[in-house]
């Protein structure tokens, strides 16, 4: 499954992939996620928001435990953030059918849509469409660089978009959805385990920051005549540095447009979006605010006129106790057998700065995420990896919680 994946969407230049959502590669990758599901004889589906759903069982019966993860990438991504989810769903599949166990409750691998919200700026459009933390309204609103709406991009990729919203009929079937991810640092590489539990996401948000200036001649304009909001924007990124660090928090500018864009021209307008993360939200709001204080008063000596907009924002997310201990339970009795979950047999339960449609859709079913290893902690990257045999781990976990939730 691995090898087969692996070539959609990748970039020959860079080694990364570009599985930007309702693009061809997307396409692909959708083809491949069915291609797989009807191999094991699942029933496969699309539902009104885009995502994948391959049933094993009535999902009309409820209380259905569901597993999968995302296809799409971000800009030049690794091969691991989303895929190895998907891949290990199957997989685990795989595993429970060759020990010979009898499902009781539906069971459903799903690849969620626009996951990472590389095309049109906004995160998790699938799931949180799906879960009706992103309405109709605000969905045909988002555009790409290109200014293609999202309703646009998904008629042309084939899907009618006239139906997308809410889908509360749906999230009732399902009685448990269990997320595997690599994990994006080195907490389980530190203490030496192949998998863990999630406790929580990070309170988290994305903020677009307009710095308007005046354009003009890069050679003839005297420095003191100048309006150039590029100033403003990198003291303003220097600030969220500085803020992050006081908080024990972390910020990132790691988007930028600029207005004209040319080498000897004094830009117009830089458009900057802020990515800010931390454990708590009161930390997170000291950032916020103190990144936003920072840019007006700089904003204000350099006679930049300056707009922020909160794009997107997901509170913590504290991960349902109930499953997660079950989880605890499943994976510890069965660590205590021999599995190779890491130096204890035990499975750690630690935090996460990433987000996760399993993070979306916690406040309208019950959910959990499993961690496999990142060696090196990297991840948004094509050096992002993990060794064979924590993947199998991971999968052999995934079996394990899946036989304790859908078939004991």
């Given at each position: 499954?691995?090898?087969?994946l692996a070539?959609?969407?990748?970039?020959?230049d860079s080694?990364?992939?570009?599985r930007?959502a309702?693009?061809?590669a997307d396409?692909d990758?959708?083809?491949?996620f069915?291609?797989?599901a009807?191999?094991?004889r699942m029933?496969?589906?699309?539902?009104?928001?885009?995502?994948?759903?391959?049933w094993?069982?009535?999902?009309?019966a409820g209380d259905?435990v569901?597993?999968?993860?995302?296809?799409?990438?971000?800009?030049?991504?690794?091969a691991?953030?989303?895929?190895?989810?998907?891949?290990?769903a199957f997989?685990a599949?795989?595993e429970?059918r060759?020990r010979g166990?009898?499902f009781?409750?539906p069971?459903?691998?799903?690849n969620?849509?626009?996951e990472e919200?590389?095309r049109f700026?906004?995160?998790?459009?699938?799931?949180?469409?799906?879960?009706?933390r992103?309405?109709?309204?605000?969905?045909y609103?988002?555009?790409?660089?290109d200014?293609?709406?999202l309703?646009?991009a998904?008629?042309?990729?084939?899907h009618d978009?006239?139906a997308?919203?809410?889908?509360?009929?749906r999230l009732a079937?399902v009685?448990a959805f269990?997320?595997l991810?690599?994990?994006?640092?080195r907490?389980?590489?530190l203490?030496?385990?192949?998998?863990?539990l999630a406790?929580?996401?990070w309170p988290?948000?994305?903020?677009?920051y307009?710095?308007?200036g005046?354009a003009?001649?890069?050679?003839?304009t005297?420095?003191?005549?100048?309006?150039?909001?590029m100033?403003?924007?990198a003291e303003t990124?220097?600030?969220?540095?500085?803020?992050?660090e006081?908080?024990g928090?972390?910020?990132?500018f790691?988007?930028?447009?600029v207005?004209?864009?040319g080498?000897?021209?004094?830009?117009?307008m830089?458009?900057?979006?802020?990515?800010a993360?931390?454990?708590d939200?009161g930390s997170?709001?000291k950032v916020?605010?103190?990144?936003?204080?920072?840019a007006r008063?700089?904003?204000d000596r350099?006679?930049i006129?300056?707009?922020v907009?909160r794009e997107?924002?997901t509170?913590v997310?504290?991960?349902?106790?109930?499953?997660?201990?079950?989880?605890?339970?499943?994976?510890?009795?069965?660590?205590a057998?021999?599995?190779?979950?890491?130096t204890t047999?035990?499975?750690p339960?630690?935090?996460?700065?990433?987000g996760?449609?399993a993070g979306?859709?916690?406040?309208s079913?019950?959910?959990a995420?499993l961690?496999?290893r990142?060696?090196?902690?990297v991840?948004?990257?094509p050096a992002e990896?993990?060794?064979?045999?924590?993947c199998?781990?991971g999968?052999?976990?995934l079996a394990?919680?899946l036989?304790?939730l859908?078939?004991?």
């Amino acid at each position: 499954m691995w090898r087969s994946l692996a070539p959609i969407g990748r970039n020959a230049d860079s080694g990364g992939y570009r599985r930007y959502a309702w693009t061809a590669a997307d396409a692909d990758c959708r083809l491949w996620f069915r291609m797989q599901a009807e191999a094991r004889r699942m029933d496969v589906e699309t539902d009104r928001n885009g995502n994948q759903w391959a049933w094993l069982g009535d999902p009309a019966a409820g209380d259905a435990v569901v597993t999968g993860s995302h296809l799409d990438s971000v800009p030049d991504g690794g091969a691991f953030d989303g895929p190895l989810g998907v891949v290990s769903a199957f997989a685990a599949l795989d595993e429970l059918r060759k020990r010979g166990v009898s499902f009781r409750r539906p069971l459903a691998i799903v690849n969620f849509g626009d996951e990472e919200g590389a095309r049109f700026g906004l995160a998790c459009v699938g799931s949180r469409l799906t879960a009706g933390r992103l309405t109709k309204e605000q969905a045909y609103e988002l555009r790409d660089a290109d200014g293609i709406t999202l309703p646009q991009a998904m008629e042309a990729a084939g899907h009618d978009p006239s139906a997308i919203g809410p889908d509360p009929e749906r999230l009732a079937r399902v009685g448990a959805f269990v997320e595997l991810h690599v994990e994006q640092g080195r907490a389980l590489d530190l203490s030496g385990d192949a998998v863990g539990l999630a406790s929580a996401i990070w309170p988290h948000g994305r903020w677009r920051y307009d710095f308007a200036g005046e354009a003009n001649h890069a050679g003839t304009t005297r420095l003191v005549d100048r309006r150039d909001p590029m100033l403003t924007y990198a003291e303003t990124v220097l600030a969220a540095r500085r803020e992050a660090e006081l908080a024990g928090a972390v910020a990132t500018f790691g988007k930028i447009a600029v207005e004209p864009n040319g080498v000897n021209a004094i830009p117009s307008m830089v458009r900057g979006w802020l990515d800010a993360r931390a454990a708590d939200q009161g930390s997170l709001d000291k950032v916020i605010a103190g990144v936003e204080a920072a840019a007006r008063d700089y904003a204000d000596r350099h006679g930049i006129d300056l707009a922020v907009t909160r794009e997107s924002f997901t509170p913590v997310v504290d991960f349902s106790h109930t499953l997660r201990d079950e989880l605890s339970r499943i994976l510890g009795d069965s660590g205590a057998s021999g599995r190779p979950w890491g130096t204890t047999g035990k499975v750690p339960v630690l935090g996460t700065g990433a987000g996760h449609d399993a993070g979306i859709l916690s406040e309208s079913i019950p959910t959990a995420m499993l961690f496999v290893r990142n060696p090196t902690g990297v991840s948004h990257s094509p050096a992002e990896s993990a060794a064979e045999d924590d993947c199998v781990a991971g999968v052999i976990a995934l079996a394990d919680v899946l036989e304790g939730l859908a078939c004991r």
